[in-house]
Structures are given as C-alpha cells and as structure tokens.
C-alpha cells in the first residue's frame, strides 16, 4: 500500500509550523490540476465556484504560515489560505493508495487533484477550519490578518518583512513590544499573552510554559511586571516556542506532522497537564485555575 501520511488538529503556533515544514517539500512544484468541494460550510462559508477558479490549473510556489494558517502561494499572485481550526486535517494521498483517492474519507470537504497523481485532502469533522484564496499582494491588509499582532519566531523573506513588526528592539519580538503593548492595561498576564493582537501564536500550553520558565504567576497583573521581567517572559516565549518546534510539536492526542510523525515535546512540559505534580524547579505541587475559559498550569511557589 502506498504511504498515506497527515496531521491532525495543530492548536499552536510549533504545530502549524511542523507542519507547514513537512508539508512544504512535497507539495512545493506541484500543480493542481482540479479542485473537488464537497462541503461548503466550514467556519465561513465557501464558494465553491470562485474557490475552483482561482486554484485550479495553478503551480504551488511553496508554503508559508502567519499565525495559524496556513498560506500556500500559487503562481499567478493567488494565495490559497487554510486555517485548520480545532479537528482540521491535511492529506496526502499517493497514487495507489487505500482507499484510493477516489474514495472519499470521512468528513473530507476539499479535495486537491495534482498533476502527479496524488491528491491533497482537506478534512475537518467539526468543520471550525477555513478554506479561501486571495490575491497575495492582498494577504496583509485583509480582515483575517490585519488585526494581528508581532511574530514571535523569525519569518524569513517578504513574510518577516510583512509581519515581523516594527519599532521594537532588533526591529522584532521581545520585551519592549510586551511593555508597550501591555501600557495602559491592569488584566492578567496569561490572557495577554495569548492576545493574538499581542502577539501571534502564543497559545495555551506555550503561555502557561513560558510564564514558569519565567518565574512569572499567571495571575500577575500586567501593570506590575517590571521591564526586566518582560525582557526575561519574551526571551522564555522565544526558547520555548524554538524548543518546540524542534521536537515536532506537542502529542496530547493524535497530533502528527505531514509525515506521520508525532511530536515529543510533552515529555518536557514543566507545568502543563501537571496538576499536582511536583515543580520541576522548587518541588511545590503544580497547581490548576481556570483564567478565560482555559485551564492555567503553575507553580505557586516559584512563580510570583
């Protein structure tokens, strides 16, 4: 049977960029000779007609990502724009594979025909992903994007250009763009962090990790953080991300990159999932609140 490989839901920013990275070597050149829609109610609705005309017959130039989505630039100045929300899946299917790519699989909404003969599925059971394409020279000023805050790990080409921001020291993510960001404001740190107009791609498990390795309460106020400590929480966002990335992601459940592979960045979570274990730095039983609807991990002891 020929190799079938996928990701399933990406919830965080290393996630996405794993798989965008595994995905970007076998798609990149490839041309899609014909685009199937089975469903048009995802997030937002899709049409259909537009969507077919503006992929189809088109080569893949390559992968990119800002925040979560995913961006697959087509020659002609067309990007396809995925997001792959809560459940969303990408699919290679090679020729000769079981079932072959005839056969629709479950929950599969989109489908890719490309010229080798494989086809590229999108499959998304409770349908929150996104699916649309729009002009790329448009990408930065349409209303999916241009709400969104600094990148924190560097983009290369026009994309950091675009999206790396401006005005902070180094002229990207760190410290002085959290400061500046936070002025003003008395809320808990932790939400802030995973403000997407702050900053992208700092979800649940990377804030609550970050925040630890920082030595920072989740709870704290965001007007009674020093401008040390910001220093330290941006540079602790950075590694964490980067450490991330490098183990492929985080497996909670069945999360793989787009060649099967899973993630095994769990096995160094510090506080996440840790409810009453031992802090790995002062021994103190981790400790579970809920802070905007999401579980928060931390120590009591060391985080302050």
């Known amino acids: 049977m020929a190799a079938v490989w996928h990701h399933p839901p990406v919830p965080e920013l290393p996630e996405v960029e794993t798989v965008r990275r595994?995905?970007?070597?076998?798609?990149?050149?490839?041309?899609?000779?014909?685009?199937?829609?089975?469903?048009?109610?995802?997030?937002?609705?899709?049409?259909?007609?537009?969507?077919?005309?503006?992929?189809?017959?088109?080569?893949i130039l390559g992968l990119r990502r800002r925040s979560k989505y995913l961006l697959v630039d087509l020659e002609g100045g067309t990007t396809l724009v995925l997001h792959l929300g809560m459940s969303g899946r990408l699919t290679v299917r090679e020729p000769?594979?079981?079932?072959?790519?005839?056969?629709?699989?479950?929950?599969?909404?989109?489908?890719?025909?490309?010229?080798?003969?494989?086809?590229?599925?999108?499959?998304?059971?409770?349908?929150f992903g996104q699916a649309f394409t729009l002009a790329t020279e448009e990408l930065a000023g349409d209303r999916h994007f241009r709400h969104l805050g600094i990148e924190p790990l560097e983009l290369p080409g026009?994309?950091?250009?675009?999206?790396?921001?401006?005005?902070?020291?180094?002229?990207?993510?760190?410290?002085?763009?959290?400061?500046?960001?936070?002025?003003?404001?008395?809320?808990?740190?932790?939400?802030?962090?995973m403000d997407a107009r702050v900053v992208v791609g700092v979800g649940n498990i990377y804030a609550a990790e970050a925040l630890h390795a920082a030595g920072i309460n989740p709870k704290r106020s965001v007007a009674r953080i020093a401008a040390k400590r910001w220093r330290r929480l941006a540079q602790e966002v950075r590694r964490v991300l980067?450490?991330?990335?490098?183990?492929?992601?985080?497996t909670l459940n069945d999360f793989t990159d787009g060649e099967g592979n899973a993630g095994y960045f769990q096995v160094s979570l510090a506080v996440y999932g840790r409810e009453g274990e031992p802090c790995p730095r002062c021994q103190t039983a981790i400790k579970r609140i809920t802070q905007a609807g999401r579980g928060t991990f931390y120590c009591p002891g060391c985080q302050t």
């Open 242 to 250: 980067e450490s991330a990335l490098g183990q492929g992601g985080t």
């Open 22 to 59: 595994t995905l970007d070597p076998h798609l990149s050149g490839e041309r899609i000779e014909a685009v199937v829609v089975r469903a048009e109610r995802l997030r937002e609705p899709l049409d259909p007609a537009a969507f077919e005309r503006d992929a189809t017959g088109r080569r």
């Open 158 to 193: 026009a994309a950091m250009e675009l999206w790396q921001g401006e005005g902070a020291e180094g002229g990207g993510f760190d410290g002085a763009h959290l400061r500046r960001a936070a002025a003003g404001r008395r809320g808990p740190v932790k939400p802030f962090l």
């Open 96 to 127: 000769g594979a079981d079932p072959p790519p005839q056969v629709a699989l479950p929950h599969e909404h989109l489908v890719f025909r490309l010229a080798s003969g494989r086809h590229l599925s999108f499959c998304d059971p409770r349908r």
